[in-house]
């Protein structure tokens, strides 16, 4: 890889920012301090419209800091896509302004980057609220109502030693390492999305592509959660695009929470087994040795997320 000073830079870390001054200062900080001599980079801060002094501040930066100003608030799709368009490094971060950067976050996200080999997708890691020193995510779930849900159960020591690299369902936009080739291929956030789930459909195309979505359980940051101004207004309208456009996808991937159910079910009362075959089958994909679900668990999701589907036209029928 060429280095900042005789050309392109490894990593291009891209932020997306709309007022919250204070915490976009204590991010860069964080940011600058945690970078080792190892790896040359850029920073592209992309200014979404905000009118708290962060322009003015913004002014104030010089190299490898690049600055992007949007004339109006485009939202997180459009300024993040805005940044990568202009980035120059092999790898892209993508980082939000209310992070806090310690030592020794990106060595482990690399890694896993390059563990994956050539199915390398995408790349989450742990994030702590500084607030209550809870976990906020260790990677994304489908629950059983087809709906995102945020892992909030901290990695064991088992896991972080011997099993560092954790495959989900997907991981947020917060924190986020991606090759700059593959997002290319992906065609980046998709800016039907405003300010929700574009991380996550991010993740299911990566996955309809056939590459992996991870999180480096060693990767431990900080994370004032959705601490940006309008952050949750278009909470519905976000998932109610995630269900059209990946319904059958969220089903298979909630299938395995749904066969772990029915396989408790069947322990406590085998009457309930339908026959011997499904029995192992469902059994099996629990305990992740069979890859595909059973069709029942898959068509009873269905049926789960049919239902917000009908609350959504309802809801937006008026």
């Not at 109006?72 to 120059?88: C, D, F, L, P, Q």
């Not at 994370?223 to 519905?236: F, I, K, W």
């Not at 089958?281 to 997320?305: E, F």
Request: aromatic share 8%.
């Amino acid at each position: 890889m060429a280095t900042w000073k005789s050309g392109k830079p490894q990593l291009s870390i891209i932020t997306a920012l709309y007022n919250c001054l204070p915490l976009t200062q204590a991010m860069v900080a964080s940011l600058q301090a945690s970078l080792g001599w190892w790896i040359s980079y850029e920073v592209i801060l992309v200014d979404d419209g905000s009118t708290d002094g962060t322009r003015e501040w913004l002014a104030t930066l010089k190299k490898p800091f690049r600055v992007i100003l949007n004339e109006g608030n485009m939202g997180y799709a459009k300024s993040n896509n805005r940044g990568a368009a202009a980035a120059e490094g092999e790898v892209l971060a993508f980082l939000n302004n209310d992070l806090v950067l310690g030592g020794g976050w990106l060595g482990p996200m690399l890694s896993a980057l390059n563990s994956m080999g050539g199915r390398a997708g995408i790349v989450g890691n742990v994030q702590v609220n500084p607030s209550t020193g809870e976990v906020d995510h260790a990677g994304i779930v489908i629950n059983l109502k087809g709906k995102p849900d945020h892992v909030r159960k901290a990695p064991s020591l088992f896991s972080r030693v011997f099993r560092p690299v954790r495959p989900v369902a997907a991981a947020t936009g917060a924190c986020l390492l991606i090759r700059a080739e593959t997002w290319r291929k992906l065609g980046g956030f998709d800016e039907g999305y405003l300010n929700g789930c574009e991380d996550v459909d991010l993740c299911l195309r990566a996955r309809a592509a056939g590459l992996g979505t991870v999180v480096a359980l060693r990767s431990r940051i900080l994370h004032h959660v959705s601490s940006s101004p309008g952050r949750n207004l278009r909470h519905e309208e976000n998932a109610r695009r995630l269900f059209l456009k990946w319904r059958s996808e969220l089903a298979i991937l909630a299938s395995r929470k749904v066969t772990g159910r029915m396989f408790l079910r069947y322990l406590a009362e085998p009457r309930n087994i339908p026959s011997v075959p499904m029995a192992i089958w469902v059994a099996a994909y629990a305990a992740h040795i069979h890859s595909r679900p059973p069709s029942k668990a898959v068509t009873g999701m269905l049926r789960n997320i049919d239902v917000e589907l009908a609350r959504w036209r309802e809801l937006f029928s008026g």
